[in-house]
T-cell receptor, first 111, second 114 residues
Framework: AQSVSQHNHHVILSEAASLELGCNYS??????LFWYVQYPGQHLQLLLK??????LVKGIKGFEAEFIKSKFSFNLRKPSVQWSDTAEYFC?????????FGTGTSLTVIP | NAGVTQTPKFQVLKTGQSMTLQCAQD?????MYWYRQDPGMGLRLIYY???????DKGEVPNGYNVSRLNKREFSLRLESAAPSQTSVYFC?????????????FGQGTRLTVV
């Protein structure tokens, strides 16, 4: 089965700091990759997705992610975080009929 | 545009009670999913339905049953609730057979079993 690893479990940053959250996936074939965000008390919302083409994907709220096939990675980045980015972030992929989620990274941004 | 709607939003059960979580989507998606979310464990798949009329076990199916009532609705039933089932439950849907599509999530049900 597929698996997704997120190595940063909890990240604390000050406002305006740069963010990079790691994500690695296990499948060696064609993959779809996603980053979801979950604000406190809310459901998961899509930040961005990669299906094919340009490996640098831009999403909502200034987030971007880079697909590096040779490293099986899809890291999420933001140049300057805001307090409102405090949330949990999930990397995911899908194969067959299922989605596979990482365990999530909790981001706390200090004003 | 409602998307994925779950009911109820909150529920408290006593050990041994039963309940059904309801989920409906209005996006004409073929696939629907039930996940539970626990601190530090991310999202774990309980059951999924790839298409109307089919259901399959996910990672943590024990203690749960599901029904794909029609294309829109996918319910999750706890027959005899246990404290270990205290969790936040999310329903999701996707047109996954189209390959390049994401999962859409409901607002979640926070269940406490005492």
């Amino acid at each position: 089965a597929q698996s997704v690893s997120q190595h940063n479990h909890h990240v604390i940053l000050s406002e305006a700091a740069s963010l990079e959250l790691g994500c690695n996936y296990s499948y060696g074939g064609t993959v779809n990759l996603f980053w979801y965000v979950q604000y406190p008390g809310q459901h998961l919302q899509l930040l961005l997705k990669y299906f094919s083409g340009d490996p640098l994907v831009k999403g909502i709220k200034g987030f971007e992610a880079e697909f590096i096939k040779s490293k099986f990675s899809f890291n999420l980045r933001k140049p300057s975080v805001q307090w409102s980015d405090t949330a949990e972030y999930f990397c995911a992929t899908n194969t067959g009929n299922q989605f596979y989620f990482g365990t999530g990274t909790s981001l706390t941004v200090i004003p | 545009n409602a998307g994925v709607t779950q009911t109820p939003k909150f529920q408290v059960l006593k050990t041994g009670q039963s309940m059904t979580l309801q989920c409906a989507q209005d996006m004409n998606h073929n696939s629907m999913y039930w996940y539970r979310q626990d601190p530090g464990m991310g999202l774990r798949l309980i059951y999924y339905s790839a298409s109307e009329g089919t259901t399959d076990k996910g990672e943590v199916p024990n203690g749960y049953n599901v029904s794909r009532l029609n294309k829109r609705e996918f319910s999750l039933r706890l027959e005899s609730a246990a404290p270990s089932q205290t969790s936040v439950y999310f329903c999701a849907s996707s047109d996954i057979q189209s390959w390049n599509t994401e999962a859409f999530f409901g607002q979640g049900t926070r269940l406490t079993v005492v």
